[in-house]
C-alpha cells in the first residue's frame, strides 16, 4: 500500500489529489488565475485532512512536470521538490500531456489522441497518443494549421483532449475529429504516478526541472495568417 500526493499545476488550475495504490482518496481543486503560490499549501493540507493523514503517512510526491505555464510549473515542482526532501521521499514525475490524455484512453477502440494545451494565439502544446495511452508522436510546440493533423484523420477517430481544443475545433474540420475540453487534473497524474512508482521510476530530486518546452514548429501553408 503507498500514499502518493500528486500536484498539477501546469495551467491556470490548481489541482491537489492524494492516491492509496493507484485509488483516489481526496482531490481539490481551484480554477482560479494566479492562486497556485497562495494557495497551493492550503489545498495540500485540505487533501490530508480530509482522509485523517499526516504528511508523514505519504510514500512519493508527484508532479505534473510540463509543458505549460512557466510560473504555474516553478510552483508545482518547486513545492513537491520541497516536500520529498523534506520527508525524504521520492519524486516522481508525469509529463502534463500524457495525463490529459489518459483522460481518453479506451481499452477497446482503435482511435488516437491528440492532448494539446493551449500555448498563445494559434499555438499549443501536443502530442500524439494510441487509445491505450501510448506515445505515438513526441511532444512538440506548433502553430494549428489546416490540415495539420490529417494523416490521423484520415486513418479514423481522432480524440482532440485539453484547453486548446476550443480554437482546434474551429481549425479542423473532419468527420473523424471528437473534442473533449477536459483539463489536466491531479487526478490523472496520480494514476500514471502509481505506475511509476511500482517501476521505481523517479526524478533526481537535485537535478529536476520543468519542461518548459517554448520553440514553435509552423507548417509553411498560404493558409496560415501567422506567417503571411
Known amino acids: 500500500m503507498a500514499y502518493i500526493l500528486s500536484i498539477e499545476t501546469a495551467t491556470d488550475k490548481l489541482s491537489i489529489a492524494l492516491h492509496r495504490s493507484g485509488q483516489l482518496l481526496s482531490m481539490k481543486e481551484l480554477n482560479e488565475k494566479g492562486v497556485h503560490a497562495e494557495k497551493i ?52 514525475t508525469v509529463n502534463t500531456l500524457q495525463a490529459l490524455a489518459y483522460q481518453a484512453k479506451e481499452e477497446n477502440e482503435d482511435f488516437r489522441i491528440i492532448a494539446m494545451l493551449d500555448a498563445r494565439r494559434m499555438e499549443v502544446y501536443s502530442q500524439v497518443f494510441s487509445n491505450e495511452g501510448s506515445v505515438k508522436r513526441a511532444l512538440e510546440a506548433e502553430v494549428l494549421t489546416e490540415g495539420i493533423y490529417q494523416s490521423y484523420l484520415d486513418l479514423g477517430k481522432v480524440c482532440f483532449i485539453g484547453d486548446a481544443v476550443g480554437k482546434a475545433s474551429q481549425i479542423i474540420l473532419h468527420e473523424n475529429a471528437v473534442f473533449l475540453e477536459n483539463q489536466v487534473s491531479a487526478e490523472s497524474v496520480g494514476w500514471i504516478a502509481w505506475e511509476k512508482y511500482q517501476n521505481k521510476e523517479f526524478a533526481d530530486l537535485a537535478y529536476f526541472v520543468p519542461n518548459y518546452l517554448k520553440e514553435f514548429k509552423a507548417l509553411q501553408s498560404k493558409k496560415n495568417p501567422l506567417l503571411q
Open 41 to 92: 499549501m492550503e489545498l495540500i493540507d485540505e487533501v490530508l485532512d480530509s482522509v485523517k493523514l499526516q504528511s508523514s503517512d505519504l510514500n512519493a510526491v508527484a508532479v505534473s512536470e510540463g509543458p505549460g505555464s512557466y510560473t504555474g510549473l516553478r510552483i508545482g515542482v518547486s513545492t513537491a521538490k520541497g516536500i520529498a526532501f523534506a520527508l525524504n521521499l521520492p519524486l516522481i
